[in-house]
């Protein structure tokens, strides 16, 4: 079994900035891909960025230029800074990675951009 915990949402103003983490149980060292989505009240869950191995990185246009996804190896840890955020990037953010064959996604960390 594979636990992935997110956390630093929060309640954060228009225009301000927050960094999610997403912490594995296991080494994230031999995954490929892992990303974070959001799921907004009423709305399907979307992507939101994705980071391989690599390094090599793909962003959703609604986050580009706004956010930037990372992963640390060595703390089995994948981020995602958000800045200049707007009140609809207000959604659950969850990361998911797949170990094997099987996909995991964490509970989710809620995000709310408001004044």
């Known amino acids: 079994q594979v636990q992935l915990v997110e956390s630093g949402g929060g309640l954060v103003q228009p225009g301000g900035s927050l960094r999610l983490s997403c912490a594995a149980s296991r080494s994230i060292f031999s995954i490929n891909e892992m990303g974070w989505y959001r799921q907004a009240p009423g709305k399907e869950r979307e992507l939101v960025a994705t980071v391989t191995s690599g390094g090599s990185t793909n962003y959703a246009d609604s986050v580009k230029g706004r956010s930037t996804i990372s992963r640390d190896n060595a703390k089995n840890t994948m981020y995602l800074q958000m800045n200049s955020l707007k009140p609809e990037d207000t959604a659950v953010y969850y990361c998911?990675?797949?170990?094997?064959?099987?996909?995991?996604w964490g509970q989710g960390t809620q995000v709310t951009v408001s004044s």
């Open positions: 998911n990675a797949y170990y094997g064959l099987r996909l995991y």
